[in-house]
Each structure stands twice: as structure tokens, then as C-alpha cells.
């Protein structure tokens, strides 16, 4: 299968902070071992948005140099169709021409410590789809895959933006495995968007005793009942601390999952665990984070862990989209053309909570 592929392309280019624009670019041109992707769908996360509006994590302060790069196309939650590639990379990567696949975010160099050691999603170089310039992302109408990537197939029966789901499901996935979730545990995740959606239904599939979710959108929570969760707070109306030690004689949750990037979230957390007990954080702060740090430690002795990316998740994550056991219709709520970018920015940044995910749809298809 070779398409007519055409000269030029529509693209979301980062200037810096505040400054993206459509432009028309080359095609860029598989070299040997790659792939030429046609993008069918790219969502938007809340990273994107941080590094958008010039977060010091992506962009640098005094304390930090900047990880992002301008002169990129961002995009790195994606699904696209294989329409060029040579005999080495579609043997390489298992795949034929004309099929879906989706890529994990980061594009490990192979080499560094981290990679050697199996633990890759922590490569030094760190190059990501969609923030460094060896690395462009899938704003744009085709994208092309580096051999040393980490595409995975997934149908072509799904939406574009159901299978450009994959990502954040996979990070979601990977934030509960770090959790080393009980059967007997209580375990509340902070948050019902994307990733804490995704982290309901992955808590759930552990079986714990109880799994309790967070916001501050009466529809959102819904949506978390139907992903899992058997207890719903909205906490702009009720006190967490007070619910989940009702369901727990007092003694507080086993696990607490922080998914919204709020520095509130995390003092909520220390409040919600008991003595023992495990907080994984996932969220990118566009702030930095202040907390009573004797409550990890004397008052309470957590396990504090960290959770990056989706390793070892991403095939779970495609079959957990595929089944059908998740609402996705209700989950990608929002789906715009390439050109209409700016508008899928804004909407990410709403805060009144109409939509969940917003998706770009290069190729034109709902």
C-alpha cells in the first residue's frame, strides 16, 4: 500500500510560550528504518497546556534550565496510519503497511544508563515526541516514527481519538501499578479527568476493597462511577478527610493517587492516608508545591512514590480501549480540525468542566 503522499503539510509550530501557530511545512521523509505516519488523531494533556503557557518545568526559572525546545510541532498523544516505511523498519517494529499504530511519548536513545539498566522511560536524553526538535510531534498531518521509537499496533476500527487514548490510559495504568494496590485497600485518586479516569478504571481492576474519586464537577464524578469508582466526593461541597474516614474507621486511606496538578491535592492527600500508607504522585505542576513534610515522616511514615509515563502499560491500555469497557464517547468529548487549534487549547484550559478530552483530528475523521 503506497498513498500519493503530498508535498507539504498543516502544522502546529511552537515558537515559545503563548506563541503557536499554522504553517504550512514540508512533508517530512522517512530515512531508513522509519516510518511516515498519516496522523489520524492527537490529544491534548495537561502538560501541553503547562508548557503552552510557559511552566518553568518545560521552560526554566532560576533554579532549572529549559527541557522544552522551541521551533516543534507538540503533539505527543497519537494514532496514525503506516503509509511508507521500508522492509527494516515495518520487520523491526512487526507491523505492515496501512496499519494503526499508536507510539509511547518518548523516544529512549538506547544508550545512556537508564536504558541499559531496562528503564527507559527515564532515558537521559529524554527526547519526547512533540517538545524537542529531534523529536517533532503529531500537531501536524504526518509525523514520521524513528526506528529507535516504541510504536504499538492498535485497531482501525476505533475513533482517531479513542486510539490516541492509548497515551494517557497507559501513564493512568502505570500510576496504579505503583501503587501496589491490596485487595483490602481503601484507595482514593484525586481527580476525574483523563488521567484520573483512566487511573479509576486501572484502581478497579486491582480489586481493592473500596475505591473512592475526587473533583469538583458533579459530571465528571458520574463519569468516574461509570470507569469504577464506588465512592464519588465532590469536594467543593463535601470534606474529603471526613468522608474517607467514615469509610474507614477513622483511620484514613491505604492509597492516595494524585492526577489533577493542583499543590492542593498534595496537602489533601497527606491529609486522606493513614499511618503507613502510600501516595503516588503523576501530575505536572505549572507551581511549585509546599507541604508539612514532618507529616511523611513523623506523624506518619508514607511511602511516597512518583510515577512517569506508561512503561510495560501501553499493551493493557489498548486492550482495555478496544474491549469496550470504558465510556469513551463520554470520555473524548471534544474533537477539533487541525486549524482550530487555539480553541482546543482554550478548552483544555476550562475550568468550568464541560469537556474531559479534547482531541486534534489531522485527517478529518470523527
Known amino acids: 500500500m503506497m498513498q500519493d503522499i ?3 503539510m498543516q502544522a502546529v509550530v511552537c515558537h515559545g510560550p503563548e506563541n503557536y501557530r499554522l504553517e504550512e511545512l514540508p512533508v ?19 502538560s ?5 503557557h510557559g511552566a518553568a518545568k518545560f521552560w526554566g526559572d532560576e533554579n532549572r534550565p529549559a527541557w522544552a525546545e522551541s521551533e516543534v510541532v507538540p503533539g505527543h498523544e497519537f494514532a496514525g496510519t503506516i503509509i511508507q516505511a521500508d522492509d527494516e523498519a515495518l520487520t523491526h517494529h512487526g507491523v505492515e503497511l496501512g496499519d494503526r499504530v499508536t507510539c509511547e511519548q518518548i523516544v529512549p536513545c538506547g544508550t545512556c544508563r537508564y536504558c541499559r539498566r531496562g528503564q527507559y522511560w527515564m532515558c537521559a536524553p529524554h527526547d519526547m515526541f512533540g517538545f524537542k526538535r529531534a523529536t517533532p510531534g503529531a500537531m501536524a498531518e504526518y509525523l514520521v516514527v524513528p526506528k529507535i521509537a516504541l510504536p504499538h499496533k492498535i485497531s482501525k476500527d476505533l475513533p482517531p481519538a479513542h486510539a490516541a487514548f ?15 494496590i491490596q485487595f483490602e485497600d481503601v484507595v482514593v485518586v484525586a481527580g476525574a479527568g483523563p488521567i484520573g479516569l483512566g487511573m479509576i478504571a486501572g484502581a478497579k481492576s486491582k480489586n481493592p476493597m473500596t475505591v473512592v474519586a475526587l473533583d469538583m464537577v458533579d459530571e465528571k464524578l458520574e463519569l468516574a462511577r461509570r470507569c469504577g469508582a464506588d465512592v464519588t466526593v465532590n469536594i467543593a461541597t463535601q470534606d474529603a478527610v471526613t468522608v474517607v474516614r ?8 491505604d492509597v492516595y493517587i494524585e492526577s489533577t496538578g493542583h499543590p492542593s491535592a498534595v496537602g489533601q492527600g497527606l491529609g486522606l492516608l493513614r499511618k503507613l500508607g502510600t501516595y503516588v504522585e503523576y501530575s505536572v505542576f505549572g507551581s511549585d508545591v509546599t507541604v508539612d513534610w ?6 506518619k511514615e508514607l511511602d511516597v512514590r512518583g510515577a512517569h509515563l506508561g512503561p510495560h502499560c501501553w499493551p493493557a491500555a489498548i486492550a482495555m480501549i478496544e474491549s469496550g469497557r470504558l465510556p469513551m464517547d463520554d470520555i473524548c468529548t471534544d474533537q477539533f480540525p487541525l486549524e482550530d487549534f487555539q480553541a482546543a487549547l482554550d478548552l483544555v484550559g476550562d475550568t468550568s468542566g464541560r469537556s474531559v478530552k479534547v482531541s486534534l483530528l489531522p485527517a478529518g475523521a470523527k
Open 6 to 8: 503530498p508535498a507539504t
Open 28 to 46: 517530512p521523509t522517512p530515512g531508513p528504518g522509519e516510518m511516515l505516519l498519516k496522523v489520524d488523531g492527537v490529544g491534548i494533556c495537561a
Open 48 to 52: 501541553d497546556l503547562k508548557c503552552y
Open 166 to 180: 492509548a497515551e494517557p490510559l497507559s501513564c493512568s495504568l502505570h500510576g496504579v501499578e505503583r501503587a501496589n
Open 246 to 253: 467514615d469509610l474507614t474507621d477513622g483511620y484514613g486511606a
Open 294 to 299: 514532618s507529616i511523611i515522616s513523623d506523624d
